[in-house]
């Protein structure tokens, strides 16, 4: 089995991405399953129910997210679909705990696969989170899947790292999102597949995808925030993909990065 897991989606640019590179590579790789990471895809934040719509028809059959999920007040009703998973390790009471699951079983090509979203302790995330390696352990105190897929959406290296020597060997992968800087780290270590961070499918230049003008005048000193807006440059698309033996078993990693010509 081959899975297909795509970077953070950005913008306009990254849903041209994935219209014209998806359909290309499932069919040249054989790809069996496709998920993707869409929590920057709607003007750099959150994922509307139009975007959702049309991501699905490009080929991606299940969503996670991450720490701009509820910027959009219509996440709410994209949460209702049953390919969407969102953080898991959300305080209780919190508004956003509320609306999707953050971990979910299905029945593939006679396998249980299981997808685990999962937001780092270094992300900043109005302090909405609990703590993720707590949270996935209780998820595998009642796990039954014969392929379980992680996205932990972290913000350091460190702490994507510490994950993986800590949960190597219960899971089947760690893909790590949010800094859309692909990393060169794909590995198969003691039968988990991992690397750092998958990297990003949207504009290929300006700062992480973003116009870099209000970026640059806060790093100036020159403003105290920026504004998170997708840049117009030509595309790039990041992914990784990872293909199981029969026995469920990672066997190949390969890491994709396709620039628009």
């Not at 998973?85 to 305080?91: S, V, Y």
């Not at 692909?182 to 700062?207: F, H, L, W």
């Amino acid at each position: 089995m081959k899975i297909l897991f795509i970077g953070d989606i950005f913008g306009e640019k990254g849903k041209e991405a994935i219209q014209k590179e998806l359909p290309k590579l499932i069919s040249k790789n054989n790809i069996d399953l496709v998920i993707a990471n869409a929590e920057n895809c709607t003007n750099g934040r959150s994922l509307s129910l139009s975007d959702y719509e049309f991501l699905s028809k490009c080929g991606i059959n299940y969503f996670t997210f991450g720490n701009h999920t509820w910027y959009l007040n219509e996440i709410k009703e994209v949460l209702k679909n049953k390919n969407t998973i969102r953080p898991l390790n959300l305080k209780p009471l919190t508004d956003e705990s509320k609306y999707g699951v953050g971990s979910i079983e299905f029945e593939f090509k006679n396998k249980k696969i299981r997808i685990t979203n999962l937001l780092g302790s270094t992300v900043y995330c109005h302090d909405i989170q609990t703590n993720p390696f707590i949270k996935l352990e209780e998820v595998l105190n009642i796990d039954n899947s014969n392929i379980h897929i992680v996205d932990f959406h972290a913000e350091t290296t460190s702490e994507k790292n510490a994950f993986l020597q800590y949960f190597a060997g219960k899971v089947s992968a760690i893909f790590g999102t949010h800094t859309h800087i692909q990393s060169g780290d794909e590995r198969i270590y003691k039968n988990t597949a991992y690397i750092t961070d998958v990297g990003m499918t949207g504009p290929s230049e300006g700062v992480i995808g973003a116009n870099p003008e209000t970026i640059i005048k806060m790093f100036k000193g020159e403003s105290e925030r920026f504004k998170l807006s997708p840049d117009t440059s030509n595309y790039q698309f990041n992914a990784i993909q990872v293909e199981f033996n029969d026995q469920n078993k990672p066997i190949s990693i390969e890491r994709i990065f396709i620039r628009e010509k």
